[in-house]
């Protein structure tokens, strides 16, 4: 069983603690077993919301297989929430 | 007079102690919407760029925007604009809390200072009442007492100061301007500026208010942005609940927070100086400003055995006091950047920035460089005084006293890191541009802050187009922070945007979580002028336009584009952005050529003419 590494920041970590290991295969499963609620990760149904990003190595999943991007034991999946909605940002 | 305004500039000449008023012009303040861009428009027309930024000579102007003082969330900002004394070029400094809604109830759209004052002296505004009174009693003085007995000694107790602390009076080139105790006009040095003209401070009541165009559709307006700003995770709760500090984790995450004077870009102890941490460990509570919706300050503590862990003396001891800070660009400076994992020493050095009235950026980054040279042998203690080597908390503590004092080495950190480096002939550890060091993301991993960098015109800033909103966030789209490509055009259109909130009295912050097209409503209803978008990102590009202009008859323009050769030639050592250089020379041509500039970055007579530019 790959069992990543899994970081939660600011308000996600009340989901499951700030790192934590969890089975992997593909970030869509870690996401599945994070502890994070369903709802939040996909209120739309299947696809990620908008408002929360994904890492793998420091690396948007949007830049790599998005959520079924593979991860390992060796890999460091990081999970946070924004919610940012304009731009250009502070 | 358009609505909005007051329509009265009050002028001060320091020298003569001649104060007097005269009308706002109107035809300014509609071609640059206020702020910002009208500060720029006036200081074209009076600031003499080839000028010594700390002579009397140099002009400083505080200016608001048309929403200043409105109830538009965060209608409270100002704009110092100036010669900065660090970078030698035009600098645009902003500040919340209340002090620039006071100068606007008291009946002032702008302050136009001159001179210099034969001895210290505070300006006094109560509505129509104006004076220069003597400061000298004030003179030494940290901010907060500074803050704390004109107000006492007013009669007023609503009085709001903006003033300056030790640094600066003794001309430390990145002084800030602090009001309400922790608000900061932070970069560049325009407290310097302040202190060379003998000013202290500026207290002011005032009992006006601010005229709309009209007033139905501006609050209906008002409601519908406030709406929207609840509906964002970041401005409804993220960032009262963590600050900015929750980029902290953010950042390092992705291989870009610049640790060891950007010798690195993953700190290993990132977790120990988070928002996270922070907000379980020292925060007291979160704080707003003027109208502020989001409050994101931070109000910290340092409890217990944590109260007199760092002490200096000007402050040997906290006595449980609460202050405010660290921001997420505190930490950072102070934190990785220094290699220091001790949030308590960040938070007091914090605190400490506020009450000397300095920029902790700029503090931050300059011992950093020092820390570098004295590991490199280039500084030694016969030099530093004490060991200067990274991860020194008692050092960043001990030594943020003698920068404010001018004080042993602390004379040369208060020359900023170019200078610092210069000196021992160590120029190529400068991080920075224009003189100005760089805020917190490392332009190997996000290329765009790279660009934004090297093309800011008030030195390197992250305030003037955050571009870590695509390239981190995914908004408005998602962009890969590793790659050059589309980086240009995007970093055109955020410079002007934000040039245009910068100009409308607004908090950029609010770009979290709303575009310019939600604050353009109230802009509109506020002074009646028929704005739309593309005539406000135009005037925004005015506003740019006109800095680079300014900027190069300084002679600090085209040429200064330039980051440090180790984030165009040294790849980063390791995480996620391991390998990668900054793409400047790729991303430049195309800058230039989008901006409708030459070749070489010149502002080109045709793009003056298209925005009704004046003439040199």
Same mark, same amino acid.
């Given at each position: ?15 499951? =603690?700030?790192?934590? #290991? ?7 499963? !870690?996401? $599945?077993?994070?502890? &994070?609620?369903?709802? +939040? ?16 190595? =420091?690396?948007?999943? #949007? ?7 593979? !991860?390992? $034991?060796?890999?460091? &999946?990081?999970?946070? +929430? ?9 | ?616």
């Amino acid at each position: 069983m790959e069992v990543p590494t899994v970081k939660l920041l600011g308000g996600l970590r009340k989901f499951g =603690g700030a790192q934590q #290991a969890i089975e992997g295969g593909t970030v869509r499963v !870690v996401l $599945d077993t994070v502890g &994070v609620p369903n709802d +939040l990760l996909f209120p739309e149904g299947e696809v990620l919301n908008r408002d929360i990003e994904v890492l793998v190595n =420091g690396r948007n999943i #949007a830049f790599m297989a998005d959520l079924d991007t593979p !991860v390992t $034991d060796e890999d460091r &999946v990081t999970i946070f +929430l924004h919610g940012a909605r304009g731009y250009p940002g502070g | 007079m358009i609505c909005g305004w007051v329509g009265k500039v009050l002028r001060v000449d320091l020298t003569n102690s001649k104060i007097s008023t005269e009308p706002l012009r109107e035809d300014w303040a509609r071609e640059y919407v206020g702020g910002r861009g009208l500060g720029a428009r006036y200081y074209w027309e009076e600031g003499d760029p080839k000028v010594d930024p700390l002579s009397p000579e140099n002009k400083l102007l505080f200016v608001t925007g048309p929403l200043t003082g409105t109830n538009a969330s965060c209608a409270a900002r100002y704009m110092v604009i100036t010669k900065g004394p660090l970078t030698g070029a035009i600098t645009t400094s902003n500040s919340g809390g209340h002090w620039g809604p006071e100068l606007k109830f008291a009946g002032y759209d702008m302050i136009i200072l001159e001179g210099r004052a034969p001895s210290p002296k505070y300006l006094w505004i109560h509505n129509d009442q104006v004076e220069l009174r003597d400061a000298q009693h004030l003179w030494g003085k940290g901010v907060w007492e500074t803050e704390e007995t004109l107000r006492r000694d007013s009669g007023v107790p609503d009085t709001i100061v903006a003033c300056i602390g030790q640094a600066g009076e003794n001309l430390v080139r990145y002084a800030a301007i602090i009001n309400d105790l922790h608000r900061a006009a932070g970069r560049s040095g325009v407290g310097a500026v302040m202190g060379s003209k003998n000013l202290k401070a500026i207290a002011v009541r005032g009992t006006g208010g601010v005229r709309l165009a009209k007033p139905r559709e501006f609050m209906s307006a008002s409601w519908e942005m406030k709406a929207k700003l609840k509906d964002s995770a970041v401005t409804a709760e993220g960032l009262a609940t963590y600050g900015t500090e929750s980029l902290v984790n953010v950042i390092n995450e992705h291989g870009a927070l610049p640790t060891r004077n950007h010798q690195a870009t993953v700190f290993d102890r990132a977790e120990d100086i988070s928002g996270e941490t922070l907000t379980e460990t020292r925060l007291v509570a979160n704080k707003a400003c003027f109208a502020c919706t989001m409050a994101c300050g931070r109000v910290t503590s340092l409890p217990g055995e944590a109260s007199d862990k760092f002490s200096v003396n000007t402050s040997p001891r906290n006595w449980n006091i609460a202050g405010e800070g660290p921001e997420f660009e505190n930490a950072w400076a102070m934190g990785s950047d220094c290699d220091i994992s001790d949030l308590d020493a960040i938070i007091k050095v914090g605190w400490l920035c506020n009450d000397y009235g300095m920029d902790p950026i700029s503090y931050g980054a300059t011992l950093a460089a020092a820390m570098e040279m004295y590991e490199t042998g280039a500084i030694d203690e016969s030099v530093t005084g004490m060991p200067l080597g990274f991860g020194n908390a008692d050092a960043l503590v001990a030594m943020s006293e003698k920068v404010a004092f001018r004080q042993g080495f602390g004379d040369q950190l208060a020359e900023g890191s170019k200078r610092l480096t210069a000196r021992y002939a160590r120029p190529e550890l400068f991080m920075g541009v224009r003189g100005q060091e760089f805020p917190a993301y490392d332009p190997r991993a996000v290329q765009g802050m790279g660009l934004g960098y090297a093309t800011s015109n008030r030195g390197a800033c992250h305030l003037k187009s955050y571009t870590v909103s695509p390239e981190i966030l995914g908004i408005p789209e998602k962009m890969d922070p590793h790659v050059s490509e589309g980086k240009a055009e995007i970093t055109k259109i955020f410079q002007d945007i934000t040039s245009a909130v910068d100009s409308s009295g607004l908090c950029l912050f609010l770009t979290f979580g709303v575009g310019l097209e939600d604050m353009l409503p109230q802009i509109v209803a506020a002074t009646g002028v028929d704005y739309d978008i593309d005539t406000l990102t135009q005037a925004g590009e005015r506003t740019w336009n006109l800095e680079r202009l300014w900027n190069e008859r300084a002679g600090v323009g085209k040429g200064h584009d330039k980051l440090p050769r180790r984030l165009t030639h040294d790849p980063i050592p390791g995480g996620p952005a391991k390998g990668l250089t900054s793409k400047l020379n790729v991303m430049l041509p195309e800058y230039y050529e989008r901006r409708g500039w030459t070749a070489d970055g010149m502002v080109t007579e045709e793009k003056r003419k298209e925005l009704g530019l004046p003439k040199a």
